[in-house]
């Protein structure tokens, strides 16, 4: 979280940047909203100044870890830290998967596309919805919706205020799965 403070007090340097949050306005010359800027960067060439660029490379440097990439920005994904290797030969693997949206009605969706990748750390970064924690609880714990994952997984879903403010002082849900198809359940962080 200390890289996404970081970028975010480097962000709101640029000028309008608590209207352009509040008004949910995207970064010049980008499609990215100026509330997502602390997490994914600027677009184009400006995602070094995004928050989980800054944590790839300090994860991976800080851990001595020679089997992992810095980043990617995907296509499906907004953000995913892999192992190196030949993707083919199953060698390349998510080691952390990061959504980061704007529309808070998207947040049954988006924790469902998280539940169907296989990968120890999962984070969604959405807009405020009403009663998130409630929603989260009540969708992962009807049998039917079959939210379950692997051993060692651990979802956090933070939403992403309407008021510019820290990434650390941001509302996480938080949930780990202790055993191999257990329940996802989280719990306010």
């Known amino acids: ?14 000028p309008n940047f608590e209207h352009d949050w509040r008004a949910g306005i995207c970064a010049a ?11 994914l ?12 660029f800054k944590f790839a490379h300090k994860y991976v ?15 499906y994904q907004d953000f995913v830290l892999y192992t190196i290797g030949d ?16 529309s808070p009605g998207e947040l049954i969706g988006e924790t469902t596309g998280l539940w169907a990748i296989r990968c120890p750390l999962k984070y969604l970064f959405i807009s405020p919805f009403p009663d998130l924690f409630e ?20 979802y956090f879903v933070i939403e992403i205020p309407d008021v510019p403010s820290l990434p650390s002082t941001w509302t996480t849900c938080r949930a780990d799965v202790m055993v191999d198809r257990g329940i996802v359940a989280f719990r306010r962080v």
């Open 61 to 75: 440097d800080g851990e001595n870890l020679e089997n992992a990439d810095h980043w990617a920005f995907e296509r």
């Open 135 to 154: 929603q989260l609880t009540s969708y992962c714990a009807t049998p039917a919706n079959g939210i379950v994952d692997w051993a060692g997984t651990t």
């Open 29 to 39: 010359g980008t499609r990215t909203a100026v509330r997502r800027a602390p997490l």
């Open 87 to 102: 993707w083919y030969l199953g060698e390349k693997r998510p080691l952390m998967v990061c959504e980061v949206e704007s």
């Open 41 to 52: 960067g600027l677009g184009g060439g400006g995602r070094e100044h995004g928050g989980l």
């Open 1 to 14: 979280m200390a890289c996404l403070d970081d970028a975010f007090l480097e962000l709101q340097e640029m």
